[in-house]
């Protein structure tokens, strides 16, 4: 067995416990496979294994590796800062966009998805932890840009995505993806119908699915540790 299938196994047994202790249904929590850094030969591999819904955080490393795998039926999903300047490739290329913290992008993406396509679900990135450095919509800020983006042509709102700072344990972890859900829970009252909650990486992605995670975005326990010399 290669490490990426045993690895991908042990994270969705992972995801399964984590799912009963919430006493949530396993088949309501994705695993998205970030696969940043990581060569094509890696996504191949997981495929076979199983997994078809792949992130990506870089655009130009993105588009490199959907070339090399257009052989196969894979999901992109952009989960990267998005510089207004690279919304057309984003637009053109992806099924989700997890990271759009702004009107400006949101609008921009719209004008740019061929309403030949499925239209491009995204969510809004939420600067859960009120960190300066982050991107990410502020959480009081949330509202207001939902309802904005919510009308564009071309483009479906699922839900929210946040990064919380890292901490020290599942108790602390679960702090911000609280918040996050009671952010998403005021949104569908004002009648947004949102289905998306995009939190948890592999160090807390358990204290996400706690809080209601039904996106799970894990790298590293399923690819190894990333190695970003030559991307820097
Ligand atoms: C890199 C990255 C991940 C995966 O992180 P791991 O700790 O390797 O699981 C998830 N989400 C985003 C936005 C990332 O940039």
């Known amino acids: 067995m290669t490490a990426i299938l045993s690895n991908l196994q042990a994270t969705r047994e992972a995801i399964a416990r984590a799912a009963q202790a919430a006493h949530r249904s396993v088949a309501d929590v994705h695993l998205l496979a970030v696969s940043k850094t990581f060569p094509a030969a890696a996504v191949r591999e997981a495929y076979q294994a199983g997994q078809t819904a792949f992130g990506e955080n870089y655009l130009q490393e993105a588009l490199d590796k959907m070339e090399s795998l257009r052989d196969l039926p894979l999901e992109?999903?952009?989960?990267?800062?998005?510089?207004?300047?690279?919304?057309?490739?984003?637009?053109?290329?992806?099924?989700?966009?997890?990271?759009?913290?702004?009107?400006?992008?949101?609008?921009?993406?719209?004008?740019?998805?061929?309403?030949?396509?499925?239209?491009?679900?995204?969510?809004?990135?939420?600067n859960v932890s009120g960190e300066d450095s982050k991107s990410g919509v502020e959480p009081e800020a949330v509202s207001e840009l939902a309802m904005q983006v919510a009308k564009l042509p071309n483009l479906k709102l699922r839900g929210l995505m946040a990064i919380p700072a890292p901490a020290a344990d599942e108790v602390e972890q679960r702090l911000p993806f609280s918040?996050?859900?009671?952010?998403?829970?005021?949104?569908?009252?004002?009648?947004?119908?949102?289905?998306?909650?995009?939190?948890?990486?592999?160090?807390?992605?358990?204290?996400?699915?706690?809080?209601?995670?039904?996106?799970?975005?894990?790298?590293?326990?399923?690819?190894?540790?990333?190695?970003?010399?030559?991307?820097?």
Not at 190 to 216: C, N, Y
Request: hydrophobic share 45%; with cysteine.
């Open 76 to 126: 992109w999903h952009f989960i990267g800062p998005i510089q207004s300047n690279k919304t057309r490739a984003i637009a053109e290329n992806f099924a989700w966009v997890h990271s759009v913290d702004r009107l400006k992008v949101a609008e921009r993406l719209s004008a740019q998805r061929s309403p030949q396509l499925p239209p491009l679900n995204f969510c809004l990135q939420v």
């Open 179 to 232: 918040r996050m859900r009671a952010i998403f829970e005021k949104l569908n009252s004002l009648g947004l119908g949102l289905d998306t909650l995009s939190m948890g990486m592999s160090q807390d992605f358990a204290a996400a699915i706690q809080e209601g995670a039904t996106i799970v975005r894990i790298g590293s326990a399923i690819f190894g540790a990333r190695d970003y010399g030559e991307l820097q």
